[in-house]
């Protein structure tokens, strides 16, 4: 059984930085396709960014230039390092796992395992 955590969320203001923590446990996930998703109250879940397990990455149009996404197979873990956070970056962030990369890897089917979120909120 594989266990998503995340942590590192918080109250920033516009302009900060935070980086948000995803821990994997059950399973080494080494070989795995990671991805941040993230949903605003009254919003669809939306695809943030991804990290194959060779280390490529890809990321929403909205947040190119800003976020960067990384792993570290050895703690098992992947990060969103977010810069210049805005107020429509307002919302929880949820890291996913699946065991293969998906053409489609921003849609939210394309993942099977998936973390209970951490709530990132950008105001002034």
């Known amino acids: 059984q594989v266990e998503l955590v995340e942590s590192g969320g918080g109250l920033v203001q516009p302009g900060d930085s935070l980086r948000l923590s995803c821990a994997a446990s059950?399973?080494?996930?080494?070989?795995?396709?990671r991805a941040w998703f993230r949903q605003a109250p009254g919003k669809e879940r939306e695809f943030v960014a991804a990290?194959?397990?060779?280390?490529?990455?890809r990321f929403a149009d909205s947040v190119k230039g800003r976020f960067t996404i990384s792993r570290d197979n050895a703690k098992n873990t992947i990060y969103l390092q977010m810069n210049a956070l805005k107020a429509d970056d307002t919302a929880t962030y949820s890291c996913?796992?699946?065991?293969?990369?998906?053409?489609?890897?921003?849609?939210?089917?394309?993942?099977?395992?998936w973390g209970q979120g951490t709530q990132v909120t950008v105001s002034s």
């Open positions: 996913a796992a699946s065991q293969n990369w998906n053409v489609q890897y921003w849609l939210p089917s394309s993942y099977y395992y």
């Open positions: 059950g399973r080494t996930l080494s070989n795995y396709a």
């Open positions: 990290v194959r397990s060779n280390g490529a990455t």
